[in-house]
T-cell receptor, first 116, second 112 residues
Framework: NAGVTQTPKFRVLKTGQSMTLLCAQDMNHEYMYWYRQDPGMGLRLIHYSVGEGTTAKGEVPDGYNVSRLKKQNFLLGLESAAPSQTSVYFC???????????????FGAGTRLSVL | EDQVTQSPEALRLQEGESSSLNCSYT??????LFWYRQDPGKGPEFLFT???AGEEKEKERLKATLTKKESFLHITAPKPEDSATYLC?????????????FGAGTRLAVHP
């Protein structure tokens, strides 16, 4: 059981380049999330999705776009990368609805992105 | 505004030296407080969820407790393999999509 799989694991970009991060989950979860993690700060939500074909902005959405064409996949895009987007990106997924005890977010291993 | 503060930022323990990590929170209508463990280069791994003041949960050497303002993660007789960053997060009543607010974490190092 793979859980949440993120690709790639590492990437180096030059300022202005674009890229897409892929997240795949095999737990049939409705909800999926993209976070970024920076030193000294908590995980911050970039975008999230409550179902196939739906996405919404989180806490820090500027400079990112997302798509969820299939229930199991959630893509995060950077159209024009900036050094401020150097970070570790985590994808998570969770069940929705009741009981709340099942609404645990499960995380992937992360993508380490450097923008030069 | 929902907020989570964890202390200390870093903690160094000798093997067998018990201690506690603190998570202070403010949230509108708590719908769950979560503890995660994160090893270097890996994603957060779920440990516990607590829902109401007075609730406690245990797993091996870890015990999580909850009050109306804070949660503690007690580590009893830690081993080097307990070294990791421990993250705390809360879900409030406004989290209609299962929104979590995370603290910055406590980096725990346990030395032999």
């Amino acid at each position: 059981n793979a859980g949440v799989t993120q690709t790639p694991k590492f990437r180096v970009l030059k300022t202005g380049q674009s890229m897409t991060l892929l997240c795949a989950q095999d737990m049939n979860h409705e909800y999926m999330y993209w976070y970024r993690q920076d030193p000294g700060m908590g995980l911050r939500l970039i975008h999230y999705s409550v179902g196939e074909g739906t996405t919404a902005k989180g806490e820090v959405p500027d400079g990112y776009n997302v798509s969820r064409l299939k229930k199991q996949n959630f893509l995060l895009g950077l159209e024009s990368a900036a050094p401020s987007q150097t970070s570790v990106y985590f994808c998570a997924s969770s069940y929705s609805g009741q009981p709340l005890a099942k609404n645990i977010q499960y995380f992937g291993a992360g993508t380490r992105l450097s923008v030069l | 505004e929902d907020q989570v503060t964890q202390s200390p930022e870093a903690l160094r323990l000798q093997e067998g030296e018990s201690s506690s990590l603190n998570c202070s929170y403010t949230v509108s209508g708590l719908r769950g407080l979560f503890w995660y463990r994160q090893d270097p280069g890996k994603g957060p791994e779920f440990l516990f969820t607590l829902y109401s003041a007075g609730e406690e949960k245990e797993k091996e050497r870890l015990k999580a407790t909850l009050t109306k303002k804070e949660s503690f993660l007690h580590i009893t007789a830690p081993k080097p393999e307990d070294s990791a960053t421990y993250l705390c997060a809360v879900r409030g009543v406004s989290g209609g999509y299962n929104k979590l607010i995370f603290g910055a974490g406590t980096r725990l190092a346990v030395h032999p």
